[in-house]
């Protein structure tokens, strides 16, 4: 039991650490990929990529990407309940953006999209309240027009959700492309 435990001896490693118990550790080449020089991960917020992956959001599998980017298209239907239409689409979009260029690139186009149709509707409201004031009330049949925009809105986010399960890209027609 006579064993004395000695300190690490700073001076043995260039970044002030020494690890006798792992035996010499690998020198990395600046701007390689790998270990850092010494062979230590680097700390968070230092600026490296540490070894064997980043820190920021871990990439979706492409089978993934394809299954969120048909809940993006298909959730504004959801949401539509409840009045806020674009919600749906724009959590996928903020939670999923990073994690794949399929999913971004659906999920932006489901979110311009559910905007649009939001815009659409309110305007085709004022028109058809507009024409029933005027004509005193004839004008009521002309709230067949939102009903129309809602039949086109589910129609188009059918087809689209369809191409993005089989991780086909789809651009709604008639979007205004707010968020790229």
């Known amino acids: 039991m006579s064993e004395s435990h000695q300190p690490p001896d700073f001076a043995k490693h260039p970044q002030g650490g020494s690890h006798p118990q792992d035996g010499p550790r690998p020198q990395g080449t600046p701007g390689a990929p790998g270990p850092t020089p010494g062979g230590y991960p680097p700390y968070p917020n230092s600026g490296a990529a540490p070894v064997g992956g980043g ?29 806020l239409l674009p919600l749906g689409a724009l959590i996928v979009y903020l939670v999923f953006k ?34 029933t004031v005027i004509t005193l009330g004839f004008g009521v049949v002309t709230f067949f027009l939102p009903a129309a925009v809602g039949i086109a809105a589910v ?14 890209p789809y651009r709604y027609p008639l979007t205004i492309r707010f968020v790229r």
């Open 98 to 131: 990073d994690r794949g260029p399929f999913v971004r690139q659906q999920s932006a186009e489901a979110l311009n999209f559910t905007i649009s149709v939001t815009l659409y509707l309110i305007g085709a409201f004022m028109v058809a309240t507009l024409l």
């Open 155 to 168: 129609v188009f986010s059918i087809i689209a959700a369809v191409a993005a399960g089989q991780g086909q």
């Open 55 to 83: 820190y920021g959001p871990r990439l979706l599998s492409p089978a993934d990407q394809r299954t969120w980017s048909v809940l993006g298209h298909l959730s504004w239907i959801a949401t539509s309940w409840f009045g």
